[in-house]
């Protein structure tokens, strides 16, 4: 069986032939054709279907898998943020800087200085980062939707898609 491409080309050209033929059985003819590339179609977009569908539920389980193995890594890299703090709790309740173990050692070490902003205004202009305005497009969106207006600047489109139930 020919490819959808080529059963769309195929049934185009079969629609401009009816349109162009000069007698009635050739019109008969055309239309017999035209509903067997028809009937050819329906058996391709059935197919298409069952392949949809088979990706997706492998796409789910992809899915499924990515979340389950997030979730381990999660639980794993909790358990060495608890493991540490608590190892750490007793190297400063011990006033141990180091502690030596068989395959290293165990350091305190000072980590890079960090800053928390709780009121930028506050903060001298020469700190702040000037950035590009940013346009909220799903309002933008609403907008058109409630009242039916264009907006200078901005063009909505609206495409058609595919769905199979």
Not at 13 to 32: H, K, P, V
Request: one cysteine or more; hydrophobic letters at 40%.
């Amino acid at each position: 069986m020919a490819n959808l491409y080529e059963l769309s080309a195929s049934y185009a050209f079969l629609i401009d032939a009816y349109d162009n033929a000069e007698t009635q059985e050739d019109r008969d003819a055309y239309l017999a054709m035209l509903a067997e590339a028809e009937g050819d179609i329906e058996d391709k977009a059935e197919n298409y279907a069952k392949v949809i569908r088979m990706k997706q539920a492998e796409a789910e389980a992809f899915k499924q898998e990515a979340e389950r193995l997030t979730a381990r890594r999660q639980a794993a890299e909790n358990m060495v943020k608890r493991l540490k703090e608590a190892l750490l709790d007793a190297m400063k309740l011990t006033g141990k800087n180091e502690l030596p173990t068989s395959i290293g050692k165990w350091r305190l070490q000072m980590n890079p200085v960090s800053c928390e902003v709780t009121d930028a205004g506050k903060v001298p202009k020469e700190y702040h980062i000037p950035q590009e305005d940013k346009i909220d497009r799903k309002g933008l969106i609403d907008y058109y939707k409630q009242t039916g207006k264009l907006i200078d600047g901005v063009i909505f489109t609206q495409e058609p898609g595919i769905r199979f139930r």
